[in-house]
């Protein structure tokens, strides 16, 4: 157990819907990073929370956003969703943000666009 | 910027023998690399990682990996494959962003299935 959270383990959906998936750290953790898992991209990175603020942006389509809650805590919101969406999203944390800290990651949230 | 290539998407070796993965980055400056396992339905969990000091760096269930600089290679061994073994195997490196935030950039990932 990785102790990184992620709510829900499932989701299934229509294209043009909005969806918000949600992603607890590890206790202590301060980095939050999200990730995009499909079999044709492969693992891409999506962007990345340090304390509550931004600190990188990958292959983040701009009709998904994300946030970092005072709680730290973090939602990744995907919108007007297209069939091209379907993936395992993954959230992972990191007790800092520089280079070399390793990344926990939780289970995934399974997304499916019909 | 950093890039990853693992030779070999899929990687297939009898139970008890050597499990051999290939992994080569590219990078300006001394880097940061990793490796993790990826078992089905679940998230990646880190095998091991390099930053600096010993070349040869030990990890979890009996793996490990050695930093060849001249090569530009962190490729992962482990002596004899047990089936818990089979999995998705991804080999990763890391640089300071702009911001100085860790961006961590992932291989393709190798499938490895273990032969009874």
């Known amino acids: 157990d990785s102790g990184v959270t992620q709510t829900p383990k499932h989701l299934i959906t229509a294209t043009g819907q909005r969806v918000t998936l949600r992603c607890s750290p590890r206790?202590?953790?301060?980095?939050v990073y999200w990730y995009q898992q499909s079999l044709d991209q492969g693992l891409q990175f999506l962007i990345q929370y340090y304390n509550g603020e931004e600190r990188a942006k990958g292959n983040i389509l701009e009709r998904f956003s994300a946030q970092q809650f005072p709680d730290l805590h973090s939602e990744l919101n995907l919108s007007s969703l297209e069939l091209g969406d379907s993936a395992l999203y993954f959230c992972?944390?990191?007790?800092?943000?520089?280079?070399?800290?390793?990344?926990?990651f939780g289970n995934g949230t399974r997304l499916t666009v019909t | 910027a950093q890039s990853v290539t693992q030779l070999g998407s899929h990687v297939s070796v009898s139970e008890g023998a050597l499990v051999l993965l290939r992994c080569n980055y590219s990078?300006?400056?001394?880097?940061?690399l990793f490796w993790y396992v990826q078992y089905p339905n679940q998230g990646l969990q880190l095998l091991l990682k390099?930053?600096?000091?010993?070349?040869l760096v030990k990890g979890i269930n009996g793996f490990e990996a050695e930093f060849k600089k001249s090569e530009t290679s962190f490729h992962l061994t482990k002596p004899s494959a047990h089936m818990s073994d089979a999995a998705e195997y991804f080999c990763?490196?890391?640089?300071?962003?702009?911001?100085?935030?860790?961006?961590?950039?992932f291989g393709t990932g190798t499938r490895l299935t273990v032969i009874p």
């Open positions: 990078s300006s400056v001394p880097p940061y």
């Open positions: 990763a490196v890391s640089e300071r962003g702009q911001t100085g935030a860790n961006n961590l950039f």
């Open positions: 206790s202590g953790d301060l980095s």
């Open positions: 390099y930053t600096t000091g010993a070349t």
């Open positions: 992972a944390s990191s007790l800092g943000q520089g280079v070399g800290s390793p990344l926990h």
